[in-house]
């Protein structure tokens, strides 16, 4: 299967550290995504790459969290200084270029105590 | 910014229709489509459809826009247990910034 992959599926963390998540995209998606849901709510947007430049970023995106995509292939979500109000899905999704839909991957869940 | 709505429950019987409702404020929304999740599973595609179409067929999907009241609704014909899911409506603008509505969670009882 050549879908979307994250990795890890679920992260258990202290208040205070510091996570990160890893996306891989399809191959050849050149566009990336990461959302955040939380329980009982649809995905919110995050932030958006073309290749390796990052386009679009949410207001939600505080300067706790950082993404990467260094080299226009997988991505890196890292959240500094974790806090109980960070707990959710984070789900990245993948395009290629043209193209107006986007394909999910199955979300990483984070659980902060 | 844009504001999506759905009700967030539905319960039908096997082999009903089922209809899932979604609504939209900003007019401007260029695409809108139909997302399904599973439990623990992420965002499954269903169907897409233009702003300037007002219906589309995919087997058994149906998928409704009436633009001037901003309202998208999906009908899933002959609904079956698989189809317990919930269902999330979003919407695209320009650039590459997609709403998700709250989304409707469908129970289809035996």
């Known amino acids: 299967d050549t879908g979307v992959s994250q990795d890890p599926r679920h992260k258990i963390t202290k208040r205070g550290q510091n996570v990160t998540f890893r996306c891989d995209p399809i191959s050849e998606h050149n566009r990336l995504y990461w959302y955040r849901q939380t329980l009982g709510q649809g995905p919110e947007f995050l932030t958006y790459?073309?290749?390796?430049?990052?386009?679009?970023k949410s207001r939600l995106l505080s300067d706790r969290f950082s993404a990467e995509r260094p080299k226009g292939s997988f991505s890196t979500l890292e959240i500094q200084r974790t806090e109980q109000g960070d707990s959710a899905m984070y789900l990245c999704a993948s395009s290629p270029q043209g193209a107006d839909t986007q394909y999910f991957g199955p979300g990483t869940r984070l659980t902060v105590l | 910014g844009e504001d999506v709505e759905q009700s967030l429950f539905l319960s039908v019987r096997e082999g009903d229709s089922s209809v899932i409702n979604c609504t939209y404020t900003d007019s401007s929304s260029t695409y809108l489509y139909w997302y399904k999740q599973e439990p623990g599973a992420g965002l499954q595609l269903l169907t897409y459809?233009?702003?300037?179409?007002d219906m589309k067929q995919d087997q058994r999907l149906t998928v409704l826009l009436n633009k001037k009241d901003k309202h998208l609704s999906l009908r899933i014909a002959d609904t079956q247990t698989g189809d317990s899911a919930i269902y999330f409506c979003a919407v695209r603008k320009s650039g590459q910034n997609f709403v998700f509505g709250p989304g409707t969670r469908l129970s289809v009882l035996p």
């Open positions: 790459f073309q290749n390796e430049a990052q386009l679009e």
């Open positions: 459809i233009f702003s300037n179409m």
